[in-house]
């Protein structure tokens, strides 16, 4: 679904990406994790091109959305991102939320729109939000909105950066959840996370960042209990 070749992104002199290359299967669940400023949000905005690589190339689908040639907005409706601060649109209620870009974007029906979005936040735990506006929810209310605000687009990638940083530890869990959910529905999911139990649990795999290096790409299994670098093994100390 995803593949990297040598991704490089430098910052004018800082080189925050130093030449990745991985692959992301269909239906595989992936786990970004690593030091603050470990280049790990750099990564993940590369996949859609919010940041535009230095050097190096990305398949997503089949298409490489490195190559000029390549309508990245068009690529970009296959791809949800849900960040750590949900940006949902303030002025509108939830279920607004939920409809307008499926019926801007993707010329959806109002009506389809609406049964879309209400079965998603059924989904989610919303069911009985569709009307409130988003300075009416929690926040984990919040993130759980915004992640079936992307899911209304029906991606078929979902790329996640540290979703539940911002939140109150009451509130985690039930965000967590939503995307464990997900998760079990065969979504290709991308997820940097500072939550070593998602993943332990959820994760297929696990990619460790480390200055701008992928320096571990495992399975939770071996990442957890053998990992093969010393800095791996460094951070999960203090971490754990
Ligand atoms: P992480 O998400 O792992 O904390 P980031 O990808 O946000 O790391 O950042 C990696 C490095 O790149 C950091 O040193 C950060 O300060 C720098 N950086 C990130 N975004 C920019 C930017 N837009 N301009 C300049 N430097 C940036
Ligand atoms: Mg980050």
């Known amino acids: 679904m ?3 070749q040598n991704l490089v992104k430098h910052y004018g002199n800082l080189e925050v990406l130093k030449g990745i290359s991985t692959q992301i299967k269909r239906g595989e669940v992936v786990s970004v994790i690593g030091p603050s400023g470990s280049g790990k949000s750099t990564f993940l905005r590369c996949m859609n091109l919010l940041e535009v690589p230095t050097s190096g190339q990305i398949w ?5 959305i490195t190559s000029k040639k390549t309508d990245i907005t068009k690529v970009r409706q296959h791809i949800g991102m849900v960040f750590q601060h949900f940006h949902l649109f303030p002025h509108m209620t939830v279920l607004e939320n939920l409809t307008y870009a499926p019926i801007r974007v993707k010329g959806k029906t109002k009506a389809t729109a609406q049964q879309k979005a209400r079965e998603l ?7 009985d939000k569709e009307a409130a506006y988003p300075n009416r929810l929690s926040g984990g209310q919040k993130q759980r909105a915004a992640i079936a605000r992307s899911l209304a687009m029906e991606p078929e990638i979902m790329l996640f950066d540290e979703p539940t940083s911002a939140l109150d530890p009451e509130m985690v869990k039930e965000v967590l959840d939503v995307m464990k959910g997900l998760a079990t529905t065969g979504m290709t999911m991308v997820v940097v996370t500072h939550e070593m139990g998602f993943a332990k649990e959820v994760a297929d795999r696990i990619c460790f960042l480390d200055q701008g ?11 957890f209990h053998q990992p093969s670098t010393e800095r791996a093994k460094q951070f999960l100390e203090k971490i754990l």
């Open 2 to 4: 995803i593949k990297v």
């Open 60 to 64: 997503v689908r089949n298409d490489e």
């Open 121 to 127: 936040l059924k989904r989610v735990g919303l069911a």
């Open 213 to 223: 290096q992928l320096i571990e790409d495992a399975t939770p299994e071996q990442f």
